[in-house]
């Protein structure tokens, strides 16, 4: 299906008016001297992680221990996904880096 011109600028705006919103109202609801809420610095506190957790089920969740390559890929990348971050501390690091570990695997191992 193809939008007509109106619909894309209409569909563009209203990303950009989204996006302005998520940014600026934290802002403007807790103002640099007014402390925010605990409820607030909590979910700061506890959100990454579980944000984490939920990626990690979301991408092992059609691995099958039962067929193919037995999940032996993923359980490569986790490792090295892990010894990077434990050696370097640096996340873009650890992610580009199980991924290059990942698709190295698909395309030369288990291909």
């Known amino acids: 299906m193809i939008m007509a011109t109106w619909q ?3 569909t563009v705006l209203m990303a950009v ?3 302005i919103i998520t940014r600026f109202l934290p802002f403007v609801l807790f103002p640099e ?3 925010p ?3 607030i ?3 700061g506190n506890v959100l990454p992680y579980a944000m984490t957790g ?3 089920v979301y991408s092992l969740k059609n691995v099958n221990p039962f067929a193919g390559s037995h ?3 993923e359980a490569i990348a ?6 990077l971050h434990v050696w370097k501390r640096n996340m873009l690091l650890s992610i580009a880096g199980g991924i290059v570990v990942y698709m190295a695997l698909l395309q030369l191992v288990f291909a």
């Open 33 to 35: 001297p007014k402390k």
């Open 17 to 19: 008016l989204g996006t």
């Open 37 to 39: 809420p605990h409820i």
């Open 71 to 73: 999940g032996i890929p």
């Open 8 to 10: 894309g600028v209409v």
């Open 78 to 83: 986790i490792a090295a996904i892990v010894v």
């Open 54 to 56: 939920l990626l990690v």
């Open 41 to 43: 610095d909590y979910l």
